[in-house]
């Protein structure tokens, strides 16, 4: 069975650009949420959907949006990018909101110049 | 404000013998918690949860142990294996009163290394 899956794995932009990062759950899965993670840091939430609704935000800017898809599958948008926006972002799947195992994919490596 | 803290950044264990990663957390609505096990270039892992109306939970070489009145947990690697050797994150989270459970706060990791 095919795990999380995101793509791309690595991406490069500039400073001001947007970024679109996609996520694939585990199949079943009904649940995706997004996390940043910078380096010597642990993830930090940004948001959680479940059923194509939002159910859960981090402490994170409006330039950070997400939305899920009929298929379950995720996108994460950031706009006007900003050199701390440099992270890997993962993406986690659950069979259901409150689940209590969340199944993270490999991420997304975003560096900001 | 740092919800959930690991406090050793790093922690060297000799092969066969017992790991002890430990984590506190000051939110006293976390309704449960995970650890997580993350090799270089990969998504974290993971491991094992435990309930807050638990205070001990096991699977295999993994037995994880929460004091509530302390604010505190633990995970326990016996035997530690050099597999072993990643970094281990703390996590915590509590359902809603919608329904559903809060996106999970970590700790910033301890780095583990089973030395042969």
């Known amino acids: 069975d095919a795990g999380v899956t995101q793509s791309p794995t690595h991406l490069i932009k500039t400073r001001g650009q947007h970024v679109t990062l996609r996520c694939s759950p585990i199949s079943g899965h009904k649940s995706v949420s997004w996390y940043q993670q910078v380096l010597g840091q642990g993830p930090q939430f940004i948001f959680q959907y479940y059923e194509k609704e939002e159910r859960g935000r981090g402490n994170f800017p409006d330039r950070f949006s997400a939305r899920q898809f009929p298929n379950y599958s995720s996108e994460l948008n950031v706009n006007a990018l900003l050199l701390g926006d440099s992270a890997l972002y993962l993406c986690a799947s659950s069979l259901r909101t409150g689940n209590t195992e969340a199944f993270f994919g490999q991420g997304t490596r975003l560096t900001v110049v | 404000d740092q919800q959930v803290k690991q406090n050793s950044p790093s922690l060297s264990v000799q092969e066969g013998r017992i790991s002890i990663l430990n984590c506190d957390y000051t939110n006293s609505m976390f309704d449960y918690f995970l650890w997580y096990k993350k090799y270089p270039a990969e998504g974290p892992t993971f491991l094992i949860s435990i309930s807050s109306i638990k205070d001990k939970n096991e699977d295999g070489r993994f037995t994880v142990f929460l004091n509530k009145s302390a604010k505190h947990l633990s995970l326990h690697i016996v035997p530690s294996q050099p597999g072993d050797s990643a970094v281990y994150f703390c996590?915590?989270?509590?359902?809603?009163?919608?329904?559903?459970?809060?996106?999970?706060?970590f700790g910033k990791g301890t780095h583990l290394i089973i030395q042969p």
């Open positions: 996590a915590a989270s509590r359902w809603l009163s919608g329904g559903g459970a809060d996106g999970l706060t």
